[in-house]
Every structure is written in C-alpha cells, then in structure tokens.
C-alpha cells in the first residue's frame, strides 16, 4: 500500500517518506522472495530448488533482514534530526541526500554474508539426507549465531532506543523552555496591566484631589 501511494499520489511523493517507501520496497522483497520459500522448505521439509536457488535465498534472506533492520534506524535518525534542527533540515534536505545512507546499507548489507561467497561449503550445508532430502541451510557456528544475532537484532535495537531517548529528551527541554517563555510572558502582561491600574487610579484620583482642595 504504501509504494502504490507513492506511485500514485504526488501529495506523498516528497522527501520525509523516501526511508519509508524505500523500507516498504524491502519488506515488499522479502515477502516476495524469502518468505514463500521458507514456507516451501519448511512444509515439505526437504529443498526442492537446487543448489544455486539455495545459495541466492541463503544470501538474500540475510541482506534483506540486515536492510530492513538497519531502515528503522535510518528513519530513527532522520526523525531525530528534523526535531533537533528543525525546519532548516528539511529545507537542505533533498530525495537525494536521503538515498546516500540507504545505497551504502545495501553494499553493507551484501557484504554481511561475505562467508557464504568466499567458503559455500564450510559455511552452508547443501546436500542429501536419508530418504530424498535436501537440506539448505547456513551452518549455525556459535560465532556465527552471535554475529547473526548482534548486527541484526541487539546493535538495531538498541541503536533505536538511544536515538529515541535523546529525541524524547530534546522534545521535553523544548517543552521546558517553551513553559518558561509562557510563564515570562505572562508575568510581563500581569506587571503591564498592574501599572496600567495605577495609571488609571492616578488619572482619576488628581482631579478629585483639585476638587477637594477648592472647596
């Protein structure tokens, strides 16, 4: 929904929503490609495509969970800056600029499952089981496990909760300062009106005082 929005509707085709289309493109990816073989794999519990086919959604399985992770962190920062420096970001910022970061994820991305390029066969297990099965799958060493866990999960996540903390903290300084100007501002119309009165009182109190003082 959110790229056919995009293709359709010019009122959304601006700059604060190009992490946002470009996140939807790759969950869009790997609901179309990683997903369905799983389910394929899993159901028939045996791998019916191929080596070649098992290396690509190896590969692609982790580029795409790497992308998808690391967007969130991208719009993170991008929110982040647009309260931080406010309209003056987002005048500089162009479709361009918001792409750079998005391009070199991906080459990073590609980079993650470089054991899978360089030693397929250390670092995957293709090959048949008892009765006709194929298994295809990544060999889960503990190191492996942990990297797997840490760049895809722990490192995103907590990079998401610091990047959201110091907003909340730049929003709520901004809420203090924008109370004390308030409380400011309503402290020099209180004294302007004060001395408002006593002009007024003075004004009407001298004549009375001229009358007194014939009589």
């Given at each position: 929904m959110v790229i056919l929005s995009w293709a359709i509707l010019p009122s959304i085709r601006n700059t604060s929503n190009v992490l946002l289309v470009s996140l939807a493109v790759v969950d869009f990816l790997f609901?179309?490609?990683a997903t369905p073989l799983a389910f394929a794999y899993s159901l028939n519990n045996s791998w019916l495509l191929g080596e070649s086919m098992c290396f690509l959604w190896l590969v692609l399985s982790q580029v795409f969970m790497?992308?998808?992770?690391?967007h969130l962190v991208l719009v993170a920062i991008d929110r982040y800056r647009v309260i931080v420096e406010g309209v003056a970001y987002l005048q500089r910022r162009t479709i361009a600029q918001a792409l750079q970061p998005v391009g070199f994820l991906w080459f990073l991305a590609f980079c993650i499952p470089s054991p899978l390029y360089i030693d397929w066969e250390g670092s995957a297990t293709y090959k048949e089981q008892v009765g006709s099965r194929w298994t295809c799958e990544s060999n889960k060493t503990p190191s492996w496990v942990l990297l797997t866990k840490l760049w895809n999960g722990f490192v995103p996540f907590v990079s998401l909760v610091v990047i959201y903390l110091k907003a909340y903290g730049q929003l709520r300084q901004r809420l203090r300062?924008?109370?004390v100007d308030d409380e400011s501002k309503s402290t020099q119309v209180k004294e302007v009106k004060s001395d408002n009165n006593v002009q007024e009182s003075d004004?009407?109190?001298?004549p009375?005082?001229?009358?007194?003082e014939e009589n």
């Open positions: 609901g179309l490609f790497f992308v998808s992770s690391y300062r924008r109370c004004y009407f109190e001298a009375n005082q001229k009358s007194k």
